[in-house]
């Protein structure tokens, strides 16, 4: 299994608390993501990362931010959490970005906003 | 119209029995196709890529019908390890990111 870890893997906050998730990974892939799952919607790309200090958003970014400031740690922050962004969260990474190139992904976060 | 359509499910089929799954994508420009797999409150995995020849790894057989822009798995001889949600994905022809379809449900009965 590719290096990849996740915290917390559950957690429980308030509407309008900050929460920051974290995605620490082992490999030293280039490239890392955070998706959110929702029942009946495909993973959703929220931010992704292609370098230390190099991020981008993805296609549900509003609400959201992020930070990379070393290889192996991509941290994913609600700044005023809602309870639209209850959901499981997948990070993952990749070697190299590419189209075919395969995305690895860590165990979630279930985040539950009350 | 979603980038990625997949009969929800759930499948509901016997040890031993060989069940298929299609995929519908919207993008005539996408290029690349995969199939993962998800069990029951864990992070995909990837099963399998999908090329234009179709391909093949074990039990299972991928297709690709770019005309009417469809993707298929074939499992033969159904284990009950394979119960699980089977994700089509595809990459997006304009950003280039991966489009994830809903999943389908297989639940394999012994």
């Known amino acids: 299994d590719a290096g990849i870890t996740q915290s917390p893997r559950h957690k429980v906050t308030e509407t309008g608390t900050p929460v920051t998730l974290r995605c620490h990974q082992t490999e030293n892939h280039r490239y890392m993501y955070w998706y959110r799952q929702d029942p009946g919607h495909g993973l959703r790309l929220i931010h992704y990362s292609y370098g230390v200090k190099d991020t981008d958003k993805g296609e549900v970014s509003d609400g959201y931010s992020v930070s990379r400031s070393k290889t192996e740690d991509f941290l994913l922050t609600l700044e005023s959490a809602t309870s639209s962004q209850t959901s499981v969260y997948f990070c993952a990474i990749s070697h190299s970005g590419g189209g075919t190139d395969t995305q690895y992904f860590g165990p979630g976060t279930r985040l539950t906003v009350l | 119209r979603k980038e990625v359509e997949q009969d929800p499910g759930p499948f509901n089929v016997p040890e031993g029995a060989t069940v298929a799954f299609n995929c519908t994508y919207s993008?005539?420009?996408?290029?690349?196709f995969f199939w993962y797999r998800q069990d029951c409150r864990k992070e995909p995995k990837l099963l399998m890529s999908?090329?234009?020849s179709g391909n093949e790894d074990g039990r299972f057989t991928a297709q690709l019908n770019r005309a009417s822009q469809y993707i298929s798995l074939l499992i033969r001889d159904s284990k009950l390890s394979d119960s699980a949600t089977y994700l089509c994905v595809v990459l997006g022809g304009a950003t280039n990111k991966l489009i994830f379809g809903t999943g389908t449900l297989l639940a394999v009965q012994p």
């Open positions: 999908v090329y234009s």
């Open positions: 993008n005539s420009a996408s290029q690349s």
